[in-house]
C-alpha cells in the first residue's frame, strides 16, 4: 500500500512538473505574440490553455482518490494538499498568459506595447521566465533552497512593473488613455504570474520544512 501511495504521490508530481513547463512555454510565447504583433503565436497560447486546465483537473481527481482511498495522514497528507495548492497556482498562470495573449491578438496588425514600453515587459517577460524554470526545477526536486531565490525574483518584477507606471503616466506619453490601460493591465498581468510563482515556492519550502514562509 505504501509503494502504490508514494507512486501515485509521483504521478502527482510528473502533472505538476508537465504543467509548469506548460505555463512557461505560454508566457514565452505570448510575450512574442505581445512584443512582434505575432497573431499566430497568441492564438496557439489561447487554444492551448484548454491543455493547462485539462492537467489541474486531472491533478484534482488524483488528489481526491489519494486520499479518499489511502487516508494519508501527517507529512503525506501534507504532500497531497500542497499538489492541490500548487496546481491551482499554475493554473492561474496559465491563465494569466492567456490574457497577454488576448491583448496582444485583440491590438493586432498593431503591437500591443507601444517602443518605449518594450523594454520594460521584455525585462519583466525575462524575469518570468527564469522563475517559471525555477519552479519547474522545484517541482522536480524538492530544491527549499532554489525555491527561496524566488522572493528576489518578485521584486524585480515589481520594480519594472513601477517603471513601466513612471512611462505611462509621464506628462509627455503620447499613446492616449487605452494603450495606457493595455500596459497598466499587462503590466498587473506579469507581476501576478510571479506572485503565482512565488506561492508556489512558498508551497514548496513548507512541504519541505515544515514552516510556513510570511509573504
Known amino acids: ?9 509521483t504521478e502527482v508530481t510528473r502533472l505538476l512538473v508537465t504543467m509548469a513547463e506548460s505555463v512557461r512555454s505560454a508566457l514565452r510565447r505570448a510575450t512574442t505574440a505581445l512584443l512582434t504583433a505575432d497573431l499566430e503565436a497568441a492564438e496557439a497560447v489561447i487554444q492551448r490553455d484548454a491543455d493547462v486546465d485539462a492537467i489541474f483537473t486531472q491533478v484534482e481527481a488524483k488528489v481526491a482518490d489519494i486520499i479518499v482511498r489511502q487516508a494519508p495522514v501527517a507529512v503525506d497528507l501534507r504532500r497531497a494538499i500542497t499538489a492541490l495548492h500548487i496546481s491551482a497556482d499554475l493554473e492561474r498562470m496559465g491563465d494569466l498568459a492567456e490574457h497577454v495573449a488576448k491583448t496582444a491578438a485583440r491590438r493586432h496588425p498593431s503591437p500591443a506595447v507601444p517602443a518605449e514600453l518594450r523594454p520594460v515587459f521584455k525585462g519583466m517577460a525575462d524575469i518570468a521566465d527564469e522563475m517559471a524554470e525555477k ?17 528576489k525574483d518578485d521584486d524585480a518584477i515589481d520594480d519594472l512593473e513601477r517603471q ?4 505611462m503616466l509621464a506628462d509627455d506619453w503620447p499613446y492616449g488613455a487605452e494603450t495606457a490601460i493595455d500596459g497598466a493591465l499587462l503590466g498587473r498581468f506579469y507581476e501576478r504570474y510571479a506572485d503565482h510563482a512565488v506561492n508556489i515556492s512558498e508551497h514548496t519550502i513548507y512541504l519541505v520544512t515544515g514552516e510556513s514562509v510570511a509573504s
Request: hydrophobic share 55%; aromatic share 6%.
Open 1 to 9: 500500500m505504501r509503494e502504490e501511495f508514494q507512486a501515485e504521490l
Open 135 to 151: 519552479i519547474t526545477n522545484v517541482l522536480a526536486t524538492s530544491d527549499a533552497g532554489l525555491a527561496a531565490e524566488l522572493e
Open 164 to 167: 513601466a507606471f513612471k512611462i
